[in-house]
């Protein structure tokens, strides 16, 4: 883990090839990643989230090459992450995702930790931001479904 948190801070200012507008303010050189094979989408219900978020519904979509998007009433931006726990199907799973810079956190990264129980459909997340600040603990509920967005650069909270 600690191996893949350093890859991505070396290249810090990346932009996703599908994304559509600059997300961040960086003024170094760009890189493109490829956006792989769509796999599953997370729709997360929040009943404690982030005060400055305070949006309760957010949905991820998860690419098999380890790319993700997230979108919100707030939010659209990119990531990388890894699972722990063998798949999205286990009774418990972990995802870890670090998020690129954008314009949602600032024009920096944000790493956050969010633990499934499929029991209950209930998660745990935590948040670390690259400034330093850790968010309070936030948690609700959530849906597992096939991910049918093999271009997510469309993606956008009103087309939901």
């Given at each position: 883990?600690?191996k893949f948190?350093?890859?991505?801070?070396?290249?810090?200012?990346?932009?996703?090839?599908?994304?559509?507008?600059?997300?961040?303010?960086?003024?170094?050189?760009?890189?493109?990643?490829?956006?792989g094979?769509p796999t599953y989408?997370?729709?997360?219900?929040?009943?404690?989230?982030?005060?400055?978020?305070?949006?309760h519904?957010?949905n991820?979509?998860?690419?098999d090459?380890?790319?993700?998007?997230?979108?919100?009433?707030?939010?659209?931006?990119?990531?990388?992450y890894?699972?722990?726990?063998?798949n999205?199907?286990?009774?418990?799973?972990?995802?870890?995702?670090i998020?690129?810079?954008?314009?949602d956190?600032?024009?920096?990264?944000?790493?956050l930790?969010?633990?499934?129980?499929?029991?209950?459909?209930?998660?745990?997340?935590?948040?670390?931001?690259?400034?330093?600040?850790?968010?309070?603990?936030?948690?609700?509920t959530?849906?597992?479904?096939?991910?049918?967005?093999?271009?997510?650069?469309?993606?956008?909270?009103?087309?939901?």
């Amino acid at each position: 883990m600690k191996k893949f948190i350093a890859i991505f801070l070396t290249f810090i200012c990346l932009s996703l090839t599908y994304a559509t507008t600059k997300t961040t303010n960086c003024s170094g050189p760009e890189i493109n990643v490829k956006v792989g094979k769509p796999t599953y989408e997370l729709e997360l219900y929040y009943q404690k989230m982030y005060s400055k978020k305070p949006w309760h519904g957010a949905n991820v979509f998860y690419y098999d090459n380890g790319v993700y998007k997230v979108i919100s009433p707030g939010e659209s931006h990119y990531g990388v992450y890894t699972l722990e726990g063998g798949n999205f199907k286990q009774n418990t799973f972990t995802i870890y995702h670090i998020s690129m810079p954008s314009n949602d956190w600032g024009s920096k990264t944000a790493y956050l930790k969010l633990s499934f129980d499929s029991k209950d459909h209930t998660f745990i997340q935590t948040t670390k931001l690259q400034t330093g600040e850790k968010v309070n603990f936030e948690f609700g509920t959530y849906k597992i479904t096939k991910n049918n967005y093999k271009d997510p650069k469309n993606i956008k909270w009103q087309s939901k």
